[in-house]
């Protein structure tokens, strides 16, 4: 049963960064794609971006373009997604899903993580 | 952008009743590329359905998708006390793939 388990809580300025990180157990990360979903208090979900390492194509939502960036580590079957500028709407809570890739780009998120809950405050 | 429009916001029914729920999107989603999941409180959300139809490992046959184009509808047969939840609809045909605001179904 693949699992996915993120880390922990994290509170932030304004202006820094955060970094979360996620990783698989009882499957692989690098023949997926990889992607990351966020969901703001008492809000719907809000696609982030993704990648998928072996085709070695990325894409993300137009208002995280620039800010974002997400990896992968084979070695650790790990993904890490990283967000700068933070401010206070960006408070949320985000998630990493395991994406099972239909064609190049097009895939359907299959197993989430557990939820990482970023706090941006002064 | 293809945004998803999903009705009623609020769907309120009893256990042994059926539910359906709603999803429209702003422009044709190409082969079918939408996908349901399940939120309960607290919890990440869970994948139901994908390619509209295809019901996701280990989920129960009273779950059914359905629909193309721009009109898709997730159906729950007969409400079971688990199924008491949010559902959400998203596309993943046209990036940025998006999200609908999704359903809550209460008792």
Redesign the interface.
């Given at each position: 049963q693949v699992q996915l388990v993120q880390s922990g809580a994290e509170v932030k300025k304004p202006g820094s960064s955060v970094k979360v990180s996620c990783q698989a157990s009882g499957g692989t990360l690098n023949t997926y794609a990889i992607t990351w979903v966020r969901q703001a208090p008492g809000q719907g979900l809000e696609w982030i971006g993704g990648i998928i390492p072996i085709f070695d194509t990325e894409n993300y939502g137009q208002r995280f373009q620039g800010r974002v960036s997400i990896t992968a580590d084979d070695s650790t079957n790990t993904a890490y997604m990283e967000l700068s500028s933070l401010r206070s709407e960006d408070t949320a809570v985000y998630y990493c899903a395991r994406g099972r890739v239909v064609i190049p780009a097009k895939y359907y998120f299959e197993y989430w993580g557990q939820g990482t809950l970023v706090t941006v405050s002064s | 952008?293809i945004v998803l429009t999903q009705s009623p916001g609020t769907l309120s029914l009893s256990p042994g009743e059926r539910a359906t729920l709603s999803c429209r999107a702003s422009q044709s989603i190409s082969r079918s590329?939408l996908?349901w999941?399940q939120?309960k409180p607290g919890q990440?959300?869970?994948?139901l359905i994908?390619?509209a139809s295809s019901r996701?490992t280990g989920i129960p046959d009273r779950f059914s998708g359905r629909g193309s184009g721009t009109d898709f509808t997730l159906t729950i047969s007969r409400l079971e006390p688990e199924d008491f939840a949010v559902y959400?609809c998203?596309q993943?045909?046209s990036?940025?793939?998006?999200?609908?605001?999704?359903t809550k179904v209460d008792i």
């Open positions: - | 952008e590329y996908a999941y939120q990440a959300p869970s994948l994908y390619g996701a959400y998203q993943y045909g990036s940025p793939f998006t999200f609908g605001p999704g």
